[in-house]
């Protein structure tokens, strides 16, 4: 009877590691990096360094910005005539108009922040529920 049970839930369990890898396989990643490298167009060309890579769409930024944030809710997000800034906890979204469409950044917040800090300012916190301070004279004040 022991050996039963060990039996049914060892089962149990492979069949919900089948169902997970099912769902992986067909749904893409789970993060918005994967969820923007699943749905838009690679441009290589248009990559910043190593730091952010670039994609593309026919959308405009706005519409590109609705689907991604559809898909996975930013813990921060700023828009301007410039452009769709999304913040996650590691990772940046950058909506960015282009002629033909949209060209989208991915990036780590870790280079994102400061190239994009003249933009987005105090409206992108650092991590959830804390703000990027300087250490200087006045601090904490």
């Known amino acids: 009877m022991t050996y039963r049970r060990w039996f049914v839930v060892g089962a149990a369990f492979a069949v919900i590691g089948a169902l997970v890898a099912a769902f992986a396989i067909f749904y893409g990643n789970f993060s918005p990096r994967g969820y923007v490298e699943d ?7 248009r990559d910043i ?8 769409s026919a959308k405009s930024p706005s519409q590109v910005a609705k689907e991604v944030t559809d898909a996975w809710q930013p813990a921060d997000q700023y828009v301007d005539g ?4 999304l913040r996650y906890d590691d990772d940046s979204v950058v ?3 282009i002629a033909a469409g ?3 950044l991915l990036e780590r ?3 994102a922040y400061p ?3 003249s933009t987005v300012g105090s409206h992108w916190g650092w991590g959830r529920g804390s703000t990027v301070r300087g250490g200087g004279p ?3 004040k």
């Open 82 to 85: 410039s452009g769709v800034y």
């Open 39 to 45: 749905r838009y167009s690679r441009a290589v060309s």
């Open 138 to 140: 006045g601090s904490g």
């Open 95 to 97: 909506i960015l108009p």
């Open 49 to 56: 360094d190593d730091d952010a890579v670039a994609y593309t």
């Open 109 to 111: 917040m870790s280079t």
């Open 115 to 117: 190239r994009y800090h």
């Open 102 to 104: 949209s060209l989208i």
